[in-house]
């Protein structure tokens, strides 16, 4: 069964950095998308970043453009998303996913596995 574990959240001022880290077991995860999503209170789900597994196709979603980053670590089957210069609009609850299919989906309903989400929350 694969299992998704985020870690990393935390309380930073506006203009700090946080790093997640999401660890992933319990299955092959090379033909895999692995992405990040959000959902601020009130909000829908959004989709904030996705890499292939072997550090293919990353992507980031414009708003985090220039902030934040995604990579894969495959020795360590962890994905790690860099968030620098945070803004109070970046406060949310952020998902861990995985897609079976190496596409390009940002919907969260094209991904198959979740994590069960880190609180980040950036104040001023």
């Known amino acids: 069964q694969v299992q998704l574990v985020e870690s990393g959240g935390g309380l930073v001022q506006a203009g700090g950095s946080l790093r997640l880290s999401c660890a992933a077991s319990?299955?092959?995860?090379?033909?895999?998308?692995l992405g990040w999503f959000r959902q601020a209170p009130g909000k829908e789900r959004e989709f904030v970043a996705h890499?292939?597994?072997?550090?293919?196709?990353?992507r980031v979603t414009d708003s985090v453009k220039g902030r934040f980053a995604i990579s894969a670590d495959n020795a360590k089957n962890t994905v790690i998303l860099q968030m620098n210069n945070l803004k109070i609009e970046d406060t949310a609850v952020y998902y861990c996913?995985?897609?079976?299919?190496?596409?390009?989906?940002?919907?969260?309903?094209?991904?198959?596995?979740w994590g069960q989400g880190t609180q980040v929350t950036v104040s001023s």
């Open positions: 996913a995985a897609d079976r299919t190496l596409v390009f989906h940002t919907l969260p309903d094209d991904y198959d596995y």
């Open positions: 319990g299955g092959t995860f090379s033909g895999y998308m």
């Open positions: 890499i292939g597994w072997s550090g293919v196709a990353a």
